[in-house]
């Protein structure tokens, strides 16, 4: 178990973004932001204490799909007193590059009808037809291949400000960002006591896989249910992004990651991997074999 309380922190960064604090330490001579868990409101499926716990799971599971993520570490911090569960973030922006947020980009583009955080999806295929910056293909690919990796692990809050490009404006040089801020993934909002209540139930499991969460992605002003629109194959480039991510799912190296995963009790492994398996075989698995 990793202490990070006495790693130096560089006061001069600062992070934004919610789901608790954040800090910059140094660890092993590189950058890391620290993320803390958020305030837990003790009420059924609310709060996000459980936000850490699901950064680290899931990036580490798109890791398998061979897709680019962040690096993270899980540890322990003492605050005031109390050691409290923590996620450490490789910090992916040094010597003069810095990180953009695909929301900015959406913004520059002066027809599009709302602001960069708005997240209709027809408005951001638009933004990556017409960008500039870079290769439209490759874009493309990048963001379908998300979609498909966010339905696997459950991600209900990928919205334009938490994926985006690493820019050096001095050097003219730019690439697409790792897979960042994956703390709304795998329920982070369910405790313990609730996991007991609804594993067993196939009715609330597969409310989990059917219903939510659903995508922060909207259609004339709704979410997107990932498995009525990933199964509907309306969509060519995500058909492309589910033909190619699909065969690269290892269940038995996603639930070798689940149960080496430190802190976390056996009734919440045994959870992750019961809804990852539904996931991977009720949404991904049944459209795979319809598109193929």
Not at 57 to 66: D, E, F, Q, S, W
Not at 104 to 114: G, I
Request: charged share 25%; hydrophobic share 35%; net charge negative.
């Amino acid at each position: 178990m990793i202490d990070f309380t006495n790693c130096e922190i560089n006061k001069f960064k600062y992070y934004g973004g919610k789901n608790g604090g954040k800090i910059c330490i140094s660890y092993n001579n590189e950058d890391y932001m620290l993320k803390f868990p958020g305030i837990n409101e003790g009420i059924s499926e609310h709060g996000y204490s459980n936000n850490c716990i699901s950064e680290y799971v899931a990036c580490n599971i798109i890791k398998t799909l061979g897709l680019k993520v962040q690096d993270t570490l899980l540890g322990l911090y003492n605050l005031n007193g109390s050691a409290k569960i923590v996620v450490a973030c490789k910090d992916f922006t040094s010597n003069g590059t810095v990180l953009k947020q695909f929301a900015e980009l959406k913004n520059s583009q002066v027809e599009t009808s709302k602001n960069g955080y708005g997240t209709e999806l027809d408005e951001i295929e638009k933004t990556i037809d017409e960008q500039q910056i870079y290769d439209v293909k490759d874009l493309k690919d990048f963001f379908w291949d998300m979609f498909i990796a966010d339905c696997l692990v459950g991600n209900f809050d990928r919205h334009n400000g938490n994926w985006g490009f690493l820019i050096n404006e001095g050097f003219k040089e730019i690439e697409i960002a790792p897979i960042y801020d994956c703390a709304s993934c795998l329920y982070p909002q369910l405790t313990d006591e609730r996991i007991a209540q609804i594993i067993n139930d196939e009715a609330e499991m597969e409310a989990r896989v059917f219903v939510f969460p659903t995508s922060a992605l909207k259609i004339k002003d709704k979410k997107i249910n990932y498995f009525e629109y990933i199964s509907s194959l309306e969509n060519e480039n995500c058909n492309t992004a589910l033909l190619k991510i699909f065969p690269k799912i290892n269940l038995e190296k996603i639930n070798s990651i689940i149960d080496k995963t430190p802190f976390i009790s056996d009734i919440r492994k045994e959870f992750y991997k019961k809804i990852i398996n539904m996931r991977y075989t009720k949404i991904l698995k049944y459209s795979f074999e319809k598109c193929k």
